[in-house]
């Protein structure tokens, strides 16, 4: 099967699919992180290709979540916000029987349609809380594989409740390393939609 892993620079989906004998290639604006096949520019660019049997879709996040809704406003009003929805619609509309885009909680929800599922790492083996969205077509939901505890907390100063692995000290790829997809979750794309 060829898998497109739209918006990944890790490598963490494309290997999983790359070690179940797929012939899989991640593309983002950045480098991969890992040796495997990568394209590195506009995944719009190569979307259409109708080799893709199957398209995996890890938008950016920053301008939908609702944790970034205090900055909504300014989004909205310069373009960013519809920019980022237009992108994400770009994906949903490839000409690919099968697609999944992943992204947190947000205005996705409205703006377009309530995601297929809900998932979380501790459902697949990360002791790790993070409220995950997919919508889906033409894949079934993901089956939970290895439900673990949900993880520890951090409790900020002014009393917020934070998973502890989100709780980075401030650094250059502080965002990098939240937005990384949990291997229990690769794992289980790869075998389940694979």
């Known amino acids: 099967?060829?898998?497109?892993?739209?918006?990944?620079?890790?490598?963490?989906?494309?290997?999983?699919?790359?070690?179940?004998?797929?012939?899989?290639?991640?593309?983002?604006?950045?480098?991969?992180?890992?040796?495997?096949?990568?394209?590195?520019?506009?995944?719009?660019?190569?979307?259409?290709?109708?080799?893709?049997?199957?398209?995996?879709?890890?938008?950016?996040?920053?301008?939908?979540?609702?944790s970034g809704a205090r900055w909504f406003k300014e989004k909205q009003a310069d373009g960013r916000q519809q920019a980022s929805i237009d992108f994400f619609m770009a994906i949903a509309n490839a000409p690919c029987d099968k697609i999944a885009i992943e992204n947190p909680v947000g205005i996705m929800s409205s703006k377009w349609r309530k995601p297929d599922q809900?998932?979380?790492?501790?459902?697949?083996?990360?002791?790790?809380?993070?409220?995950?969205?997919?919508?889906?077509?033409?894949?079934?939901?993901?089956?939970?594989?290895?439900?673990?505890?949900?993880?520890?907390?951090?409790?900020?100063?002014?009393g917020k409740s934070l998973p502890s692995w989100y709780n980075l000290p401030p650094s250059p790829d502080r965002a990098k390393k939240r937005s990384l997809t949990f291997q229990g979750i690769a794992n289980a794309m790869a075998d389940q939609w694979g």
């Open 118 to 158: 809900i998932i979380q790492p501790w459902m697949f083996g990360d002791k790790a809380s993070k409220k995950t969205c997919l919508w889906l077509k033409g894949l079934p939901h993901l089956e939970p594989t290895n439900i673990v505890d949900k993880g520890t907390r951090h409790i900020t100063k002014s």
């Open 1 to 66: 099967m060829n898998v497109l892993v739209a918006c990944e620079y890790s490598g963490r989906v494309r290997d999983a699919f790359t070690e179940k004998g797929h012939y899989a290639v991640s593309c983002d604006l950045l480098p991969t992180e890992s040796f495997g096949d990568h394209i590195e520019g506009d995944v719009l660019t190569v979307i259409n290709n109708p080799m893709w049997d199957i398209i995996l879709a890890f938008p950016p996040c920053t301008d939908l979540a609702v």
